[in-house]
T-cell receptor
Framework: DTAVSQTPKYLVTQMGNDKSIKCEQNLGHDTMYWYKQDSKKFLKIMFSYNNKELIINETVPNRFSPKSPDKAHLNLHINSLELGDSAVYFC????????????FGQGTRLTVV | QKEVEQNSGPLSVPEGAIASLNCTYSDRGSQSFFWYRQYSGKSPELIMSIYSNGDKEDGRFTAQLNKASQYVSLLIRDSQPSDSATYLCAVSGNNRKLIWGLGTSLAVNP
């Protein structure tokens, strides 16, 4: 029944490791996003995909690579994790692009030690 | 100047009062405006969207938009302790990106 689901919910890993976060939405939305929320609670967009096509790629280290196998899925792979990558990562989707309301997944709390 | 500004709070109101949350934005071409609520440790949840000048009401919530003055506000009537959360303002501008404020923390005291 979950609209936007992402896994895992918690991720604790060591510096230098590679990890992935998966996201799926069953709302039939065309647009999906990855957001990062840091310890100061600032919500910053990282990537946006529309129908599997990358449309927004903010200034994000190229260690972060999104992949959208179909319009219902958007995964995030992170290489060579650093301490500063610790944050909550949210997946979201919207029906018609960034000027329409976004629906968020429950978030993945990533802790790099 | 930050693109979307909110008073971080905390804003403290007694139960049953009206809570007023404000947001200003810098991009005059902004067209879409959203209020989200985020409980601690949870994801943002959409409360209201507004696209044209004036007021929009939904239950206890009223969004107010004034494009000339570049502000959007959220009023919560009959505030309840369950309304205690961080309220995020998000604005979609000319470049169609959604820009987020830092949020206002609201505490409703029983």
């Amino acid at each position: 029944d979950t609209a936007v689901s992402q896994t895992p919910k918690y991720l604790v890993t060591q510096m230098g490791n590679d990890k992935s976060i998966k996201c799926e939405q069953n709302l039939g939305h065309d647009t999906m996003y990855w957001y990062k929320q840091d310890s100061k609670k600032f919500l910053k967009i990282m990537f946006s995909y529309n129908n599997k096509e990358l449309i927004i790629n903010e200034t994000v280290p190229n260690r972060f690579s999104p992949k959208s196998p179909d319009k219902a899925h958007l995964n995030l792979h992170i290489n060579s994790l650093e301490l500063g990558d610790s944050a909550v990562y949210f997946c979201a989707s919207s029906p018609g692009g960034m000027n329409t309301e976004a629906f968020f997944g429950q978030g993945t709390r990533l802790t790099v030690v | 100047q930050k693109e979307v500004e909110q008073n971080s709070g905390p804003l403290s109101v007694p139960e049953g009062a009206i809570a007023s949350l404000n947001c200003t934005y810098s991009d005059r071409g902004s067209q879409s405006f959203f209020w989200y609520r985020q409980y601690s440790g949870k994801s943002p949840e959409l409360i209201m969207s507004i696209y044209s000048n004036g007021d929009k009401e939904d239950g206890r919530f009223t969004a107010q938009l004034n494009k000339a003055s570049q502000y959007v506000s959220l009023l919560i009537r009959d505030s309840q302790p369950s309304d205690s959360a961080t309220y995020l303002c998000a604005v979609s501008g000319n470049n169609r990106k959604l820009i987020w404020g830092l949020g206002t923390s609201l505490a409703v005291n029983p």
